[in-house]
C-alpha cells in the first residue's frame, strides 16, 4: 500500500506541475484552454486519490493527525507531495 501511495503522490505532483505551468501558459498566454481541461481531469483524479490513501495508510504509518493534517496540507502546494515523499516515506 506504501509504495501505491509513494507512486500515485509522484504522478499527482507531477500533474500539478503540469496543470500550474503548462496548463496556464496556455490559457493565460496564448488563450487556449483546451490544456487545462486535458490536465485538469487527471490531476482532480489523483488527488482525490492520494487524499483517500494517505488517510487509508495513516495507520499502517503511525501517522498522527497532525502528520496527516501534513500529508492532506501538502497536496495543494507545489512541490508539497514530494516533500511528503522524502520526510515520511522513505
Known amino acids: 500500500m506504501k509504495l501505491i501511495f509513494r507512486i500515485i503522490g509522484i504522478l499527482e505532483g507531477?500533474?500539478?506541475?503540469?496543470?500550474?505551468s503548462v496548463g496556464l501558459y496556455f490559457k493565460y498566454v496564448l488563450n487556449d484552454a483546451s490544456y487545462v481541461k486535458l490536465?485538469?481531469?487527471?490531476?482532480?483524479?489523483?488527488?482525490?486519490?492520494?487524499?483517500?490513501?494517505?488517510?487509508?495508510?495513516?495507520?499502517e504509518m503511525n501517522w498522527s493527525n497532525k502528520t496527516l493534517a501534513i500529508v492532506f496540507l501538502s497536496a495543494i502546494i507545489p512541490f508539497g507531495t514530494f516533500y511528503v515523499d522524502i520526510k515520511y516515506l522513505r
Open 14 to 20: 507531477i500533474s500539478f506541475l503540469l496543470l500550474m
Open 39 to 59: 490536465l485538469g481531469m487527471p490531476h482532480g483524479l489523483l488527488f482525490m486519490l492520494y487524499l483517500i490513501l494517505a488517510y487509508l495508510i495513516k495507520k
